[in-house]
């Protein structure tokens, strides 16, 4: 495999690793609240990083002042991002809010070509437009629109996609200074841990995680998950280019439907699905020719 098509290898094993990690949150849902749950993740994804770190981790890294800009990823994201996405998704409903919020790449794109200066070229046009339609394809197949909420809550789920892409910019921007992927999630996943948890005991009576709940394994379980997704993220846009990596990325979705029909088998394999996976892999492949 060439040196220029290892970033994309890297995203496409990154969208599958989410896509898996969200299955075991539905899982999750069963029997634990979705705070809580996005808690227990985020914090067994950090704690891991942690377990980890003696192999991975330059102690001299913490004293780059790139480090505050790991922070500041932690920050926005999952902290804010995902409390957009439930605010989306409460106002608007799952499918418009999942729609709205497959514009990521776009985002990701703009960030990319204004900020650091990327070249967007007309392979990774057509296949980032490809990816997005097959996405929006399989969001709007079921899509019933009913206007009981406000114009505004259209732009929770958009800011949420903003907010990630932005993410990913900062990641990347960070890594030119420290490039180390694994200490990119460390300081990313505590921060959002420390943030999350904060936020949870406000909210809510604090209590003991209750490992004797089902729920509660599953949402550790994809908090392990996500801490691999985001490693081989990081190691894509460490080595790639947003342009490139973010639209690969966004096939989370087609590949979490895909594990849906053929794995869990809460799914049907209509031709709505067929048709996106058509449209999936030639975008991929022109993604691919353009580097």
């Excluded at 996405?85 to 799952?94: C, D, E, I, Q, Y």
């Excluded at 009981?148 to 990630?164: E, N, Q, S």
């Excluded at 180390?180 to 809510?204: D, K, Y």
Aim: proline share 5%; with cysteine.
């Amino acid at each position: 495999m060439s040196a220029a098509h290892l970033p994309i290898t890297l995203a496409l094993v990154a969208a599958f690793l989410m896509s898996v990690g969200a299955h075991c949150q539905n899982m999750g849902l069963a029997d634990v609240a979705g705070r809580r749950g996005a808690a227990i993740s985020i914090t067994t994804a950090a704690a891991l990083y942690w377990l980890a770190s003696p192999f991975y981790m330059v102690s001299s890294q913490w004293l780059e002042p790139a480090v505050l800009i790991f922070v500041l990823a932690g920050v926005i994201r999952p902290s804010v991002s995902a409390n957009l996405s439930v605010a989306g998704t409460r106002f608007l409903g799952p499918t418009l809010s999942t729609t709205l919020g497959s514009t990521t790449p776009l985002f990701g794109a703009a960030l990319g070509i204004f900020w650091l200066g990327e070249a967007f070229t007309f392979p990774i046009a057509v296949g980032t437009v490809g990816i997005i339609a097959a996405v929006l394809l399989l969001s709007l197949g079921n899509l019933k629109i009913e206007r009981d909420w406000p114009m505004w809550a259209l732009a929770l789920p958009v800011g949420a996609a903003l907010i990630r892409s932005l993410a990913h910019v900062l990641t990347k921007v960070g890594m030119e200074d420290i490039p180390n992927p694994f200490f990119a999630g460390l300081v990313g996943f505590t921060v959002s841990a420390i943030l999350t948890n904060m936020a949870l005991g406000r909210g809510e009576k604090r209590t003991r995680v209750d490992w004797k709940l089902r729920g509660t394994y599953w949402f550790a379980g994809a908090g392990a998950v996500f801490g691999v997704a985001i490693m081989f993220l990081n190691n894509a846009l460490m080595r790639g280019e947003i342009t490139t990596v973010m639209p690969i990325i966004a096939l989370s979705p087609i590949s979490a439907m895909l594990l849906s029909i053929f794995v869990f088998k809460r799914e049907r394999l209509t031709l709505r699905v067929v048709a996106a996976v058509f449209i999936v892999v030639p975008s991929v492949a022109f993604i691919a020719i353009s580097r």
